[in-house]
């Protein structure tokens, strides 16, 4: 019988192996104190409702609690979320989620007049309590932001009416999840030494990196042979996510779900379409790129099961974690000792939960809560793509750290349309590190395959997925019915245009929207595409000495929320509202597509 590999049961990882989690708390008994503490603060919140306008010191008292709530609230969050991601089938830590996510209900329901309440002092009276009362100016951007936002915030009785029905909102991700990490079985797959191996999320692209296409399209085939089997529940599941988001922006006088979402931070749609335009104008290089990968790999046809699969090989191309680590910091050195310090401490004191075990969450992210380090999920594997993950996912946990440590708790946390910059800033950073480090020209011609298959990756697959949301949610919005059916066939159009005629563009992707989970977190995936042309653009500036552009950039990592992220981005020189950015990155992208047409 061929041998089966097995997964690692949770237990049976090394500690050192492990993210610090009683960091947040020592013990579930803890957890449940704060989870007590925090029941009873917001039972007593009401106090302060239809006081709030009755003076600066008032405002200023419920302002502080319910940041006091607010910090508490994440902080139970978090460590319920990443206890049940350590092992979603563990059914104690699925309850701890779940008890979590009403609580977070019903605070949001004790703390939903706040904004009907301040929105009822006029400006007037508002300028006079800031002048009045020096405290009170902690939160005037805050209190500015409301205001900008006042015709989306309704009366206390209906904003009391959302809040409760947000954990309703949460349940069609909440499915998907659980159905995802926990239920799902792919079966196994032969590998190229004939053993049998457990397909899982996490060692899906491995096989598709794999030499052998029978193992790349047989790990392919399964992968979405599974989904298939659920397509009508898993669309069913994902038309609930996109008329609970419909539902919202309605209620909350937006004309579409996406300008609810891009107005948290006050980015213009029209950001949204100028990266769709701006990549299907240079639609050719990806057509380029496609048909240099058929050449390369010397096939007849190249399909989507092709796409992963390294065009230049490495000798040793996986990597120990301590290797990892030191390819990542040797990288970042452009940052300074500062950052350095920040990252050592990040790889050497409980950061990180790097290796896959049975039931964990697939995938990688950075998440954390205010006042304790931040923490890294990896599902490590050895490969250059998860060194740069890494990179990635650490530079989230340091802009995190960054920003914790000068901001105050309301203008910690950074939007989401910066979140990938300050990531895909260090995958620019260690590319140009590894390309400078190359022993050769066949590790050059790796390097920039590599890379190449980033810009493939982030630039034009995230705006693919960004059309796909835009097409859908409109649908949506008109009241069409989402069946599998119909998405499957807008996904597989856009795979047809995106990938151009030089690629066999297999059936069986038109299921992959049901893979994605960044979809149940709608109009998130652009910034991806975004964030990776500020990143570049920032680090060219990094990497060709600008004066003073490490001290911006640090400035910007430390912004928070305290300047829309339109603004912390031109700290750095990069002006997301022109198209410039997208552009000078789709240049370099055709810049090393001919580079690497001559080299093989």
Known sequence: MPETKRLPKRDEVALQDKWRIEDLYASDDDWEADFSKLERLASEFGRFAGTLAGSAQ?????????????????????????????????????????????????????LSFMEPEILGISDEVMERYLAGYEPLNLYRRYLQEKRRMREHILSKEMESVLAKAANMGNAPQNIFQVFNNADLDFGTVTDEDGKTVQLTHGRYIPFLESQNVRVRREAFEKVYAAYKQFKNTLAAAFDANVQQERFFAEMRNYGSSMEMELDGGNIPVSVYQRLIEAVHSHMDLMHRYVALRRRVLGVDELHMYDLHVPLVMQKDNRYSFEEAKQIVRRGLAPLGEDYLRLLDEGFGQGW???????????????????????????????SLNHVFTLAHEMGHAIHSHYSDQVQPYPYAGYRIFVAEVASTCNEALLIHDLLEHAADVQEKRYLINYFLDQFKSTLYRQTMFAEFEQKVHQMGQEGQSLTADVLCEIYLGLNRRYFGEEMVVDPEIAMEWARIPHFYTPFYVYQYATGFSAAIAISSRILNGEPGIVEKYKEFLSGGSSKDPIDLLKICGVDMTSPQPVEEALKVFERYLNEFSELV
């Open 352 to 382: 990180i939960d790097v290796y896959e075990n049975q039931g964990k969450r697939s995938g990688a992210y950075s998440w954390g809560a205010y006042g304790t380090h931040p923490y890294v999920l990896l599902n490590y594997n050895g």
């Open 58 to 110: 008032q405002l200023y008292t419920a302002l502080r609690e319910q940041d006091e709530i607010s910090m508490l609230m994440e902080r139970v969050y978090v460590y319920a979320g990443q206890k049940n991601h350590e092992d979603m089938g563990d059914s104690r830590y699925q309850q701890l989620v779940m008890r979590a996510q009403v609580l977070m209900s019903r605070v949001g329901e004790a």
